[in-house]
């Protein structure tokens, strides 16, 4: 089976920065992408971000130009760097792989645990 361990959540200021990490372990098919959602309370699970070995890296309006999503094939991780972080961010964060490109819940075939990231003002 096919296991994601997230790390790297936390509480910042807005305008700081966090890196969530996000290990795989179990089968891989390198057809399939990675990427980031995230789901603040009361609201749907939204699409953040995603990467494929033959997808190109893409990102929601929201979090244009502020984050950045990586894959370390070596390591297995997949990587969110969060940069100008703001209030409006705070939500949990789930990584998963599943069907390119990842658009949407859907797409997806295996999810993290998610991790907590809080924003302040």
């Known amino acids: 089976q096919v296991h994601l361990a997230e790390s790297g959540g936390g509480s910042v200021q807005a305008g700081e920065s966090l890196r969530l990490s996000c290990v795989h372990s179990?089968?891989?098919?390198?057809?399939?992408?990675m990427g980031w959602f995230r789901q603040a309370p009361g609201k749907e699970r939204d699409w953040v971000a995603q990467i494929g070995q033959y997808t190109q890296p893409s990102y929601a309006d929201p979090v244009k130009g502020r984050f950045t999503i990586s894959l370390d094939y070596a390591e297995s991780t997949l990587y969110l760097q969060m940069n100008s972080l703001k209030p409006e961010d705070t939500a949990i964060y789930y990584c998963?792989?599943?069907?390119?490109?990842?658009?949407?819940?859907?797409?997806?075939?295996?999810w993290g645990q998610g991790a907590q990231v809080t924003v302040s003002s």
């Open positions: 179990g089968p891989t098919d390198r057809r399939y992408c």
């Open positions: 998963a792989t599943g069907i390119c490109p990842i658009l949407g819940v859907p797409d997806i075939v295996a």
